[in-house]
């Protein structure tokens, strides 16, 4: 496919600007105006034609399954984005006064109260603009909190099952990170986690379901070590599309969590779009929350910003507002036997997948998953890789799964359907994993050069992330 610079045609406009019409005085000094960008001349329907040709050579949710493990990429209904494109909300100043944006903040306070019903936290802020964020302000919370009690803890426990973003998270805010190791069933070793608890412990971060796709059946008797220390037990709450409507987080001994609203509650945030990450805390750590929070007085709604002991403001203005209204209108579409169901429906299809393919690839610890689970490249013939199987499944059209991670499975292929799947793609998709199974046995090497479908073939990924080209003329 040609670029749009390769179809510029000198001369050719399909737009021109308005009139001149301010006075020659209040023209923009030349020496703040770049002669040197090269815009391309087309017409508009070369530009119309260009892009949407371009669009069809992307791959996303919209267009296949997207069993991207550990990062819940699920079908986004279409009512979200018309919702969050009404104008009264895709035109609201964020420096409207509050008495002028009532229907925004009654949005924000009710989504609050949504969150809290489903975790069992007591407060949520929606401020966090992502999944780390929402970890960073939480371990600002955590801080905040034993600073207030004047106890110097220096140290935060994490899984070596965890996500990457928790370890960075508790450096920046100047914690030591402490590796709890797991168990060869995929439980945290309870045992190990004793012996390293003590009082320099602040808190532990553990993703629940975790990232090996499994329920931790010791989390209350982690949940006790920790309180017995006067530790806080925090929730990283990626993987609560799994539990949400089934079991509260609070039930199992959390203090706070966050939540990626981008993904539990749809608006799939691939290509680095926006997120949202809510932190939620139980009471005794809501006076730590940022500010300000949405709250409400004899039906009036309003940012409170007299928060003497919060963490401070975090983010510009609050939040990004229009996920948190697709996540808003996700919500109320469902109901909460809707929202069960999800993580009914998300489960199961996942279990289904496992039990399919764990007859032909290597199932590393084989018990019930939750809403994921993850293979290893264990016994697969003529030293086919996981990064192999995951270019060739993409000329079968499915999106690859999460590859190498967690790390401590070897090879490891962390697959999640999620629950709009249905049963026939979900059967197509184990039909393109047991032939490219087959593939690495008569013709390795058609799966060695994969993909061969695509508009681009095999990268070397790791140039392509440290030296990546960003325009065309780098690129020429």
Known sequence: MKTIFDIDTPGVSGWEPPRWDVPEEDEIPKKYLNNG?????VGEVDVVRHYTELSTMNFGVDSGMYPLGSCTMKYNPKINEKTASLSGFATLHPLTPDSLSQGALEVLYELGGYLCRITGMDRFTLSPAAGAHGELAGVMVVR???EKKKEGRTTILIPDSAHGTNPASVNMCGFEVREVP???TGDVDVTALSDMMDDDVAAMMLTSPNTLG??????LTI????KDHGALFYCDGANLNAVMGKAKITDMGFDLMHINLHKTFSTPHGGGGPGAGPLGVTKELEPFLPAPLVDQKDGVFFLDDDRPDSIGRIHSFYGNFLVCVKAYTYIRMLGSDGIRKVAE???LNANYLMHRLKTDYDLPIDRPCMHEFVLSDHGIPNNVSTNDIAKRILDYGFHAPTVYFPLLIHG???IEPTETESRATLDRFVEAMQ???REAQRDPDLIKTAPHTTPIGRVDAVTAARKPILNYDAAE
């Open 223 to 226: 949940a006790k070590i920790l």
């Open 182 to 184: 797991s168990s060869e």
């Open 37 to 41: 960008i090269h815009l391309p001349d």
């Open 435 to 437: 032939e490219i199974l």
């Open 214 to 219: 499994l329920f931790d059946r010791n989390i």
């Open 144 to 146: 905040k909190y034993f």
């Open 412 to 414: 490891a292929m962390m």
């Open 345 to 347: 429906h998300a489960v």
